[in-house]
Every structure is written in C-alpha cells, then in structure tokens.
C-alpha cells in the first residue's frame, strides 16, 4: 500500500486571505478608541483574534488521496461543527460533474452512487497532481478539469490588501498620533 498524498490549501491563498482579514479588522479597535465608540476596543480585540482563529483552521483543509479514497479533512483543533469534512471510496465515485458558480466560473463535483455530490477541492497547492492521480484512481477523464482561481487572480488581491495595510498604517498611526 502506498503512502497517502496530501494536498493542503494553497500558501499562496492562505497567505492572501488571512492578509486580508487582518487588513480589515486591525484597525477597527483603533478607530474604536480614537471615536470613543461605546465598544471597546479590547473586545474587538478579542473578536479579531478568535475570528483569525476561526479562518486558519477553514484554510487548514486538506485532501488525502489514498490506495482507498479521497477524504476532505481538517486537523482535530477545527471543531467539526463549523467544518465537516468528508470522504468516498474510489468505487463509490461514479463521475465528475461541472457545474456553473452564480459568478460564472465553473466548479466540479464527485457524483457518487447514491446520487450525492461533494464538492472537489479546487484551491489546493497541486491541484493538477490531484486531478491526475484522481484519474489514475477511478478512470475518469479530467482532461477538462481546471482549477476555479488562477493564481495571478490571488497575487493581484493580494497586491491590493498589501496597498490596504499601507492605509492601515496610516489610519493607526493618525489614530495613535491624535
């Protein structure tokens, strides 16, 4: 029996929106102070760290390929209320499916034998090693399996949260200064 593959999320996607969150949240309870808004600023605080938190365990997915099956799993700190994983036999997937996203991009779903579908995961660093051992696996043709986000669409959101935290420097430093 070979060794699983694991493919986790990728750094680039990661990187880009936990940046992001930060990007949007940091300032709140510095504003909050400098307002005198009625919420404190240790409780936004407290919010902004349990939300980052709650974000990196969702950006912890990770696909398992194995001799068996596929498995989408989180590491056991992520409660399994906010994320269920889940898995299929080999022989259970039947075909991959595409469906259009309301924004018009194109994502793929494993149809199983009882008719259910589950999500494949698109943003995982790999993807195309995925996708070839997912068709080595259950002889399905995935020659049109693409990923949903190109990586030059990460790096230019991450470009505009990189010129985000430069008015978040600004925005404190106006804050502290007065």
């Not at 060794?3 to 999320?9: A, D, G, K, Q, T």
């Not at 808004?37 to 974000?55: E, M, S």
């Not at 790999?126 to 990923?147: C, H, L, N, S, W």
Request: hydrophobic share 50%; glycine share 6%.
């Amino acid at each position: 029996m070979a060794s699983p593959s694991v493919f986790r999320l990728s750094p680039l996607i990661r990187i880009t929106l936990l940046s992001l969150y930060l990007a949007l949240t940091i300032p709140l309870p510095f504003l909050a102070d400098f307002t005198n808004a009625p919420t404190p600023p240790n409780l936004l605080w407290a919010g902004i760290g349990i939300g980052f938190v709650a974000l990196y365990g969702v950006l912890s997915e990770r696909v398992i390929l194995d001799d068996e099956g596929i498995q989408v799993a989180y590491p056991s700190w992520v409660p399994s209320i906010f994320r269920k994983g889940w898995s299929l036999t080999w022989a259970e997937v039947k075909e991959i499916k595409p469906r259009t996203t309301g924004q018009g991009g194109l994502v793929y779903y494993f149809k199983s034998d009882q008719a259910k579908a589950y999500l494949l995961p698109m943003r995982v660093a790999g993807f195309a090693e995925m996708v070839r051992q997912v068709q080595a696996k259950t002889g399905i043709d995935t020659a049109d399996v693409y990923p949903l986000a190109q990586p030059w669409m990460y790096l230019i959101l991450l470009f505009f949260t990189f010129l985000l935290l430069l008015v978040d420097a600004w925005t404190i430093a106006t804050a502290l200064s007065t």
